[in-house]
T-cell receptor, first 109, second 115 residues
Framework: QKEVEQNSGPLSVPEGAIASLNCTYS??????FFWYRQYSGKSPELIMSIYSNGDKEDGRFTAQLNKASQYVSLLIRDSQPSDSATYLC?????????FGKGTKLSVIP | DGGITQSPKYLFRKEGQNVTLSCEQN?????MYWYRQDPGQGLRLIYY???????QKGDIAEGYSVSREKKESFPLTVTSAQKNPTAFYLC??????????????FGDGTRLSIL
């Protein structure tokens, strides 16, 4: 059974702070890793992809992957109220994309 | 604009009725997927298709059926056998048959409720 675990939150951070979202996965054969953002009532939107160990930065977002520890994280710097959403971690092996249940982030002005 | 179009946005099903959710993409993607999302839950895979005229069951295929007669279209039928159909249904697609490093992109979803 492939599992992707996330802390459901809610995670509350003040505006301008760093938000740290974490994800662990059980399938060592997982090949690629994604973070999606989902606003309430909307569909998921891809915000980051990461394929190899280390950090990947894109604007205010940094994804971190550690395959040995089966751990992937997302850091959001200078958090804004518009970042308030549920963040879904997803891992892929072949065509099977497995999602975590998501972490709800609230950025407090 | 290229994208994935799901229709209708809202759908109501009567007892014993089959309903079909539409998903069309103009991204020239080979692979298409259907997910179900329940409140506070992650996405669960219903069916996926890597190529025209072929599809595979996902984790929760019971009570659902699909077809893939055209590359751009992947309709989902929720049959009367699905006893708890109320959910948010999401269609996704990804570029190629390579699959292993291809992120999936989603349509806007269809909310299905029981009357």
């Amino acid at each position: 059974q492939k599992e992707v675990e996330q802390n459901s939150g809610p995670l509350s951070v003040p505006e301008g702070a760093i938000a740290s979202l974490n994800c662990t996965y059980s399938d060592r054969g997982s090949q690629s890793f994604f973070w999606y953002r989902q606003y309430s009532g909307k569909s998921p939107e891809l915000i980051m992809s990461i394929y190899s160990n280390g950090d990947k930065e894109d604007g205010r977002f940094t994804a971190q992957l550690n395959k040995a520890s089966q751990y992937v994280s997302l850091l959001i710097r200078d958090s804004q109220p518009s970042d308030s959403a549920t963040y879904l971690c997803a891992v892929i092996r072949g065509y099977q994309l497995t999602f975590g249940k998501g972490t709800k982030l609230s950025v407090i002005p | 604009d290229g994208g994935i179009t799901q229709s209708p946005k809202y759908l109501f099903r009567k007892e014993g009725q089959n309903v079909t959710l539409s998903c069309e993409q103009n991204l020239n993607h080979d692979a298409m997927y259907w997910y179900r999302q329940d409140p506070g839950q992650g996405l669960r895979l219903i069916y996926y298709s890597q190529i025209v005229n072929d599809f595979q069951k996902g984790d929760i295929a019971e009570g659902y059926s699909v077809s893939r007669e055209k590359k751009e279209s992947f309709p989902l039928t929720v049959t009367s056998a699905q006893k708890n159909p109320t959910a948010f249904y999401l269609c996704a697609s990804s570029p190629g048959t390579g699959g292993t490093d291809q992120p999936q992109h989603f349509g806007d979803g269809t909310r299905l409720s029981i009357l």
